[in-house]
C-alpha cells in the first residue's frame, strides 16, 4: 500500500535553531519527492523536492536528505524564523498511478 | 500571485443540500484536481481531470461529481452535503498527471455542513 508517513506530527522550535523534520515511505516506485508548505488560510505550496538518484538538496536555508536504501527522508531548516510556522508535507511521486501521495504534515511551531 | 482560482472561500450549509465550488487555473496546465483536506490537515485526492476525462477517482461517495467545461475550469459539486462534509476543498493543477513538480494549489474552500 502506497504511503507516506511523517513525524513527528507537531514540532517547536525556538527561533535561530535547526528544524528537523522526519519523512518516510513504502512504495518503491516512487522517485520524486515534493515538500510542501502549507499556511493558515492558504493551500500547500512546492518548497523544495529531489528524485531518488540525489541523496541530497539544498535550497537557501531548506535541505533535504535522502536515503534510498532506507526508504527515508529529511527536511532540514536552519536558521529557523517565526515566518517558516507552517505545516509542512512530504510527498512521494507515484507517475505509475498517476497520483501524488501526501504524508499527513508536521505542524512546525518557531518561537521567537 | 496566484494561479488556481476558488470560489467561494467559504461555505456554510444545512444537510441535505447541494453545493458547488468553482476552480479555475490560468497555468495552462492540462490537468486539474481535487482534494479533501479535513480538521487534521490530511489531504486525500478525490478527483483528477486530463483533457477532461477522469484519470483518477477515488472511492468517494457518489453525492460528489467533478464537473469540467474546459482545461482550465474545473467544478465539485455536492449533492445532499453530509456532516462528515466539512472539509476545506483544494483544486490543483499540473502539467501531466502525478507531476508533483508542477503542482499547484488554490487556497481552498472551507465547508461547514451545519
Known amino acids: 500500500q502506497q504511503q507516506v508517513r511523517q513525524s513527528p506530527q507537531s514540532l517547536t522550535v525556538w527561533e535561530g535553531e535547526t528544524a528537523i523534520l522526519n519523512c518516510s515511505y513504502e512504495?518503491?516506485?516512487?522517485?520524486?519527492f515534493p515538500w510542501y508548505q502549507q499556511f493558515p488560510g492558504e493551500g500547500p505550496a512546492l518548497l523544495i523536492s529531489?528524485?531518488?538518484?540525489?541523496d541530497k538538496k539544498e535550497d537557501g536555508r531548506f535541505t533535504i536528505f535522502f536515503n534510498k536504501r532506507e526508504k527515508k527522508l529529511s527536511l532540514h531548516i536552519t536558521d529557523s524564523q517565526p515566518g517558516d510556522s507552517a505545516t509542512y508535507f512530504c510527498?512521494?511521486?507515484?507517475?505509475?498511478?498517476?497520483?501524488?501521495?501526501f504524508g499527513k504534515g508536521t505542524h512546525l511551531h518557531v518561537l521567537p | 500571485e496566484t494561479a488556481v482560482f476558488q470560489t467561494p472561500n467559504y461555505h456554510v450549509t444545512q444537510v441535505g443540500n447541494e453545493v458547488s465550488f468553482n476552480c479555475k487555473q490560468t497555468?495552462?496546465?492540462?490537468?486539474m484536481y481535487w482534494y479533501k483536506q479535513d480538521s487534521k490537515k490530511l489531504l486525500k485526492i478525490m478527483f483528477s481531470?486530463?483533457?477532461?476525462?477522469l484519470i483518477v477517482n477515488e472511492t468517494v461517495p457518489r453525492r460528489f461529481s467533478p464537473q469540467s467545461s474546459d482545461k482550465a475550469h474545473l467544478n465539485l459539486r455536492i449533492k445532499s452535503v453530509e456532516p462528515e462534509d466539512s472539509a476545506v476543498y483544494l483544486c490543483?493543477?499540473?502539467w501531466g498527471t502525478g507531476r508533483a513538480e508542477t503542482l499547484y494549489f488554490g487556497s481552498g474552500t472551507r465547508l461547514t455542513v451545519l
Open positions: 481531470y486530463n483533457n477532461k476525462q
Open positions: 510527498a512521494g511521486d507515484d507517475t505509475n498511478a498517476y497520483k501524488v501521495i
Open positions: 490543483a493543477s499540473s
Open positions: 497555468l495552462g496546465h492540462d490537468t
Open positions: 529531489i528524485r531518488s538518484v540525489s
Open positions: 512504495d518503491s516506485t516512487f522517485n520524486y
